[in-house]
């Protein structure tokens, strides 16, 4: 087990060593490798951004009701009865206009707003659950509610959340499939590198067979190499994605301010930090593999 690490340790060195002896060739594929895994990963954080701004709305087939201002008492009791007898309501919640009032002026920027109003300028509303998701239902029901003269106003409110959502998944496949082939062009990158440090290593590889070296013992720096090249373009995507964010922010908190928001679009978390990481890593070790097991077997020695 001792002389397993010890191996492995040297190999290690050994990458270690090649990458500091060619420093400028390392970084430049440092860099095509960060690059390329930055455009998928800063898509992806912007993504989960919209994600988590959309999960904030609900996304349950819902309709606000408002009544007319002339409305009584007995007009909201009626209507409540009648939609907790509409087979097609899954739930429903009477919001008289004391309670909207209250709920909106807890909202930043209007509290100052309705204090300056003589009276209260909202309506009671009820807030209206499907049991089915279809559009068609719940435009069906819209239509009776509207007609009914108690009724002043009906809006389906979370049809457009849904369409965020929607768009979101969109994009994220589209992501996927960006990640999926820059990472072919990743595997070609490490290929390619590899395969010149095999040519560059060649006497020395012959000597090493002929001294009785094993494949695995041949190998194992070159994978090292690529994993290490790997975690290197990983480290300049993490720092592009977050400089990136970090310019985005600057605009995103001046348009968030005239919302009275203090949003920004957040980081990628740790978790998230660390898979990419040791995706690079992976993608490194990969195109390594593939170099070493095509090329390797054409130096035997002399």
């Given at each position: 087990m001792m002389g397993w690490l010890r191996q492995h340790g040297q190999a290690?060195?050994?990458?270690?060593?090649?990458?500091?002896?060619?420093?400028?060739?390392?970084?430049?594929?440092?860099?095509?490798?960060?690059?390329?895994?930055?455009?998928?990963?800063?898509?992806?954080?912007?993504?989960?951004?919209?994600?988590?701004?959309?999960?904030?709305?609900?996304?349950?087939?819902?309709?606000?009701?408002?009544?007319?201002?002339?409305?009584?008492?007995?007009?909201?009791?009626?209507?409540?009865?009648?939609?907790?007898?509409?087979?097609?309501?899954?739930?429903?919640?009477?919001?008289?206009?004391?309670?909207?009032?209250?709920?909106?002026s807890r909202t930043e920027g209007f509290a100052e707003i309705l204090a300056a109003l003589e009276k209260n300028p909202l309506p009671d509303a009820f807030v209206v659950k499907l049991r089915d998701p279809d559009p068609a239902a719940l435009e069906s029901l819209a239509v009776e509610l509207r007609a009914l003269a108690a009724v002043t106003h009906v809006q389906a409110d979370s049809s457009w959340a849904r369409r965020i959502a929607a768009l979101v998944e969109i994009a994220r496949v589209g992501m996927l499939i960006l990640a999926a082939l820059l990472a072919v062009g990743l595997l070609a990158v490490t290929f390619n590198s590899i395969r010149l440090q095999i040519l560059t290593q060649r006497d020395e590889i012959e000597v090493s067979r002929l001294l009785g070296a094993t494949d695995g013992f041949i190998q194992r720096p070159f994978y090292y190499l690529g994993a290490l090249q790997g975690l290197a373009g990983g480290l300049v995507a993490l720092g592009a994605v977050g400089g990136g964010i970090g310019l985005l922010n600057q605009g995103v908190r001046r348009l968030a301010a005239t919302y009275g928001?203090?949003?920004?679009?957040?980081?990628?978390?740790?978790?998230?930090?660390?898979?990419?990481?040791?995706?690079?890593?992976?993608?490194?070790?990969?195109?390594?593999?593939?170099?070493?097991?095509?090329y390797l077997r054409e130096i035997e020695p002399k």
């Open positions: 290690l060195r050994g990458a270690l060593a090649k990458l500091a002896m060619q420093r400028l060739a390392s970084l430049l594929n440092a860099l095509v490798i960060g690059v390329a895994l930055a455009l998928p990963a800063g898509g992806y954080a912007v993504l989960e951004n919209l994600r988590g701004i959309a999960s904030r709305f609900s996304l349950e087939p819902q309709v606000s009701v408002f009544l007319a201002p002339e409305a009584k008492s007995a007009d909201a009791d009626a209507l409540g009865r009648r939609l907790r007898e509409d087979r097609r309501v899954a739930s429903s919640r009477y919001v008289p206009k004391d309670e909207a009032l209250k709920s909106l928001s203090g949003f920004e679009l957040a980081l990628l978390d740790p978790g998230d930090a660390l898979a990419l990481l040791a995706f690079a890593s992976l993608l490194g070790w990969l195109g390594a593999n593939l170099s070493v097991s095509m």
